[in-house]
């Protein structure tokens, strides 16, 4: 079946350390996104990309980083700089020309 | 700056007991908006999209309408199974391309009690 897969469905963080958080796609879709969900607030954008080797920051991409090496592929990285990284974190494609994005299941992301 | 309120943040029904959800929207131009279901610690589910003012879809017991200013969600003789945080999002037409740059609310919460 295709669908986008994110990896870990949980995932939790020491301090100081930076995790990578997986999302892969067989969708063949070219415009993958992350975004982040906090409690009381709508979706937020962290970066985005439409192309393989290129992305650009969305609303609130301090303290995050991606990559996008395979069209399938868009990791997150929350590096040590995020202060607040606790929080749900979304990924999401979609097809070149059409609007609607389509989501993965989530991974849920616990500093402690 | 383009912006999503939905209301209410939370609504209650009985089973069989239709109402409606609000999505209302300031953007600069509207190309799409889009509704979503959210199941607790799942990811959204794509329901509509709706282009342009007058617009309507169905799916099942839901209904989407599209005016110059607002969006609602009709829900019909809802069940159970309808509970849910319901998102709307919108995307402006000063986005190029097929990217889903989407605004979104924060969502209704809807219960539904047998």
């Known amino acids: 079946d295709g669908g986008i897969t994110q990896s870990p469905k949980y995932l939790f963080r020491k301090e100081g350390q930076n995790v990578t958080l997986s999302c892969e796609q067989n969708?063949?879709?070219?415009?993958m996104y992350w975004y982040r969900q906090d409690p009381g607030q709508g979706l937020r954008l962290i970066y985005y990309s439409q192309i393989v080797n290129d992305f650009q920051k969305g609303d609130i991409a301090e303290g995050y980083s991606v990559s996008r090496e395979k069209k399938e592929s868009f990791p997150l990285t929350v590096t040590s700089a995020q202060k607040n990284p606790t929080a749900f974190y979304l990924c999401?494609?979609?097809?070149?020309?059409?609007?609607?994005?389509?989501f993965g299941q989530g991974t849920r992301l616990t500093v402690v | 700056e383009d912006q999503v309120t939905q209301s209410p943040e939370a609504l209650r029904l009985q089973e069989g007991e239709s109402s409606s959800l609000n999505c209302s929207y300031t953007v600069s131009g509207l190309r799409g908006l889009f509704w979503y279901r959210q199941d607790p610690g799942k990811g959204p589910e794509f329901l509509f999209t709706l282009y342009s003012a007058g617009e309507e879809k169905e799916k099942e017991r839901l209904k989407a309408t599209l005016t110059k200013k607002e969006s609602f969600l009709h829900i019909t003789a809802p069940k159970p199974e309808d509970s849910a945080t319901y998102l709307c999002?919108?995307?402006?037409?000063?986005?190029?391309?097929?990217?889903?740059?989407?605004?979104f609310g924060k969502g209704t919460k809807l219960s539904v009690k047998p």
């Open positions: 969708l063949n879709h070219d415009a």
């Open positions: 999401a494609s979609s097809i070149t020309g059409r609007p609607e994005a389509f």
């Open positions: 999002a919108v995307q402006a037409l000063n986005y190029g391309g097929s990217q889903g740059n989407l605004i």
